[in-house]
């Protein structure tokens, strides 16, 4: 019966030891996903404000030849 016990407690804790684990990865993947969301972002409005930039300069250009 000891034996028993023994094997069930060792399952016991193998068990909590793959969620932790499980629990671990998704943690990382999750602080993956938000960084590379806020890479993405930071990105996004870089091109925009690229082209906020260039909309600026035609117009300014356009400005200009017309004055």
Known sequence: HDKF???HGMFHQTHYKIHQTHYK???THY???QTHY????????FHQTRQTHYKFHQTHYKFHQTH
Do not use: R, V
């Open 25 to 27: 990865f998704h943690q």
């Open 38 to 45: 806020k890479f993405h972002q930071t990105h996004y409005k």
């Open 31 to 33: 602080k993956f996903h």
């Open 5 to 7: 016990h023994q094997t």
